[in-house]
C-alpha cells in the first residue's frame, strides 16, 4: 500500500474538500410561451409547455 510521502496541509485537505460544497447555481430557462422561469428540460409548470408544444392541459393545474 503507498503510504503519503507528507502529510498534506490543513489548508490544502480543506481546499480539496470544499471544492464539492459550492452551491449548484441552478440553470433557469425562459419558458417560450409565457416567460415563465423553469428548469430545463422541464414542461412549463405555468403553462404547460414544452418545446413548442402543449403537453399538460392549463386546467389540470392549480
Ligand atoms: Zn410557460
Known amino acids: ?15 480539496r474538500r470544499t471544492a464539492n460544497m459550492r452551491l449548484a447555481v441552478p440553470t433557469l ?9 423553469g428548469m430545463r ?7 404547460g409547455f414544452y418545446r413548442g408544444k402543449q403537453i399538460l392541459k392549463p386546467e389540470e393545474m392549480a
Open 29 to 37: 430557462v425562459e419558458c417560450s410561451n409565457c416567460g415563465n422561469r
Open 41 to 47: 428540460h422541464r414542461v412549463c409548470p405555468k403553462c
Open 1 to 15: 500500500m503507498g503510504l503519503p510521502k507528507r502529510r498534506i496541509s490543513r489548508a490544502r485537505g480543506r481546499k
